[in-house]
């Protein structure tokens, strides 16, 4: 259970740290919060060469309101997420997730950018910020590029992140006063990863009518418009949608998504 | 000793404390084999148990998936520094008055769990305690102890604070 013997960094500026993430002699690797990424080094299911610490870099702590969306920089914990000491754009989804995520002990240093750049299908914030229709902004030496959440995650650990680049920040849409939100997790174990996740979104103001599935062996399966609503959530319905993924082929997954999915649905139809 | 090995300065239980670690090197191993501090306990290796949850600048974390040479400049609480902490004082004899534990391997970091828990959460029910503890694994007790010990000090002091 111990590490192989890497070598570490901790720049002050984005620009150190971009420079060090491009160098090619080295196999390096961005760390934040080494919530996911401390375990696998533990394990050695990962072996860099040198790490770049990337929490030191103000910018990526920041969040602010530009507008009505929401940037959130990618060092941002979940337990301050959770604390909500900024002015939430989602009317209490951002801290009402952040409490949910593994244990306190993990939130106070695991971060929102870790957990995309991760891309565990089911990691909360892949499939929230999913559902609230979130971008990404990505950095680069070559400079930034945004892409929304729907191609952002591609699979299972599996990003549009190139190699050198990071997640820099992520755009949260502002929801109305009229927006109504569901999110149900089936989890084993109270703060353990979810077998499976329902998230739905209902915004009138943005013509929102969201579904998600996620933690689906895949990328997280949009389903938009009112098909799934007032009792069209069957598991004949999800077997459709999931088609492709594992869980459409395992009875017992595909109940336990539809279950997810339908408990998330009641939340917002009640 | 790693050829990477970088010197860190930070502060452990109110001391200053400057090492040369190799980046490599967890928290936990940092506190047992270099400070000495063995009261912090390390089960899993991979942030699931909770035995090794210590404080970083007054808030819990892993030690045993935070590096070292992450925690530079910070400040790091062990179970050890707790001794004069009054939660963690009126923690210690709920744990024993409450039979909050047994073979005592889960305890330091129950502690560290539990005194967030009373400061964070003092409006806490039973179950809300039980999901605020549920990072933290315990092989002995069936976790009643430990409720009841935790149900005690927020109890105690929300009557002494009315
Ligand atoms: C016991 C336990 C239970 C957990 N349960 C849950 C859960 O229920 N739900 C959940 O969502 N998560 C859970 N997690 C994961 C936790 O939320 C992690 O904090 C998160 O997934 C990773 O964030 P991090 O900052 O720790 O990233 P790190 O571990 O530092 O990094 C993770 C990966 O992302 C890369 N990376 C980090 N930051 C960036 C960036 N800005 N740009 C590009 N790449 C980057 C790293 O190179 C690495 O590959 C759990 C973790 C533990 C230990
Ligand atoms: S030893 Fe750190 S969580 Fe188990
Ligand atoms: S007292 Fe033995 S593991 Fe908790």
Redesign the pocket.
């Known amino acids: 259970m111990k590490a192989v013997d890497f070598d570490y960094a901790q720049p002050a500026t984005l620009d150190a740290a971009l420079e060090l993430l491009s160098r090619e002699d080295v196999m390096v ?12 080094l533990n394990l050695r299911l ?1 072996q860099p060469e040198l790490l770049v610490d ?1 929490t030191r870099i103000a910018e ?1 702590q920041a969040i602010r309101l530009d507008g009505d969306r929401l940037t959130i920089g ?2 941002v ?2 337990a301050r997420l959770e604390d909500g000491d900024y002015p939430d754009v989602t009317r209490g989804v951002l801290p009402s997730v952040a409490a ?4 306190r002990a ?2 106070n ?3 929102i ?6 891309a ?1 299908p ?5 499939n929230v910020l999913t559902a609230l229709g979130a971008d990404v902004v990505i950095a680069g030496t070559g400079g930034r590029r945004t892409v929304p959440m729907t191609d952002f995650i591609l699979g299972v650990f599996e990003t549009a ?1 190139q190699p050198g ?4 920040e992520i755009h949260v849409p502002a929801l109305s006063d009229r927006a109504r939100w569901g999110y149900y997790k089936v ?1 084993r174990k109270t ?4 077998h499976a996740t329902g998230a739905v979104l209902i915004d009138p103001a943005r013509g929102v009518q969201r579904c998600v599935a996620g933690a689906t062996s895949g990328k997280p399966v949009v389903i938009d418009g009112p098909a799934l609503f007032e009792g069209g959530c069957t598991e004949a319905a999800m077997a459709a949608h999931l088609a492709g993924s594992p869980a459409a082929d395992d009875p017992i997954a595909l109940k336990t998504h539809t279950v997810a999915l339908k408990r998330a649905i009641a939340q917002v139809m009640s | 000793m790693s050829a990477h090995a970088k010197t860190i300065s930070l502060t452990v239980n109110g001391t200053r404390v400057e090492a040369s670690v190799p980046p490599r090197q967890h928290l936990g191993d940092f506190l047992r084999e270099r400070e000495l501090l063995t009261g912090t306990h390390l089960g899993c290796e ?3 148990c909770g035995a090794c949850t210590i404080l970083i600048d007054g808030e819990p974390a ?1 030690s045993c ?1 935070t590096f070292a040479v992450a925690c530079d400049g910070r400040s790091v609480t062990t179970v050890e520094g707790l001794d004069d902490d009054p939660v963690a004082t009126e923690l210690r004899e709920a744990f024993s008055a409450e039979h909050g534990l047994q073979c005592g391997f889960c305890t330091p970091g129950m502690l560290v769990a539990a005194r967030d828990v009373v400061l964070r959460r003092p409006d806490a029910d039973n179950p809300a305690i039980r999901t605020a503890m549920s ?1 933290n694994l315990c092989r002995c007790t069936g976790y009643v102890g430990i409720v009841n010990a935790i149900r005690r000090v927020i109890d105690a002091r929300n009557t002494n604070a009315g």
């Open positions: 690797r961005p760390v934040a919060g080494s919530q996911s990424l401390g375990p696998m990962a990337i990526l990618a060092c914990t979940h949910v995520i593994a244990y993990v939130r240093r695991g971060t950018g870790g957990s995309l750049a991760h565990d089911a990691a909360d914030w892949v992140l680049e990071i997640v820099a989890c703060g353990e990863f979810s | 991979h942030g699931v892993r998936i990072g």
